[in-house]
C-alpha cells in the first residue's frame, strides 16, 4: 500500500465538494458518521476543512469535513 494515498483522497473529495458547494442550484444532503443528516442550504461555503452554512435566522452552522460520511446531490 502506498503511503499518503488516504491524504491525496481526502483533498480530491475536498476540491471536488468545494466545487459543487459553489453551484447554488444544487441541493446537497450531506451524511454525518453519527448517522445524522443535514439539507445544506444555498447559503454555504468550505473554508479550511470545514463546510460553513447560515440558516434562516443567519445563525452561523460549521460542519468539519472529518464528520461527513457521504454526500447526496440532487439538481434543482
Not at 494515498?5 to 483533498?11: A, D, F, S
Amino acid at each position: 500500500m502506498k503511503k499518503g494515498r488516504g491524504r491525496k483522497n481526502n483533498q480530491d473529495f475536498r476540491e471536488l465538494l468545494k466545487k459543487y458547494l459553489e453551484i447554488k442550484g444544487l441541493d446537497i444532503v450531506i451524511l454525518l458518521a453519527d448517522g445524522k443528516e443535514i439539507e445544506l442550504n444555498k447559503n454555504r461555503i468550505l473554508i479550511d476543512n470545514e463546510i460553513i452554512t447560515f440558516d434562516k435566522g443567519n445563525r452561523e452552522h460549521r460542519i468539519p469535513l472529518s464528520s461527513v460520511k457521504s454526500v447526496e446531490l440532487y439538481a434543482a
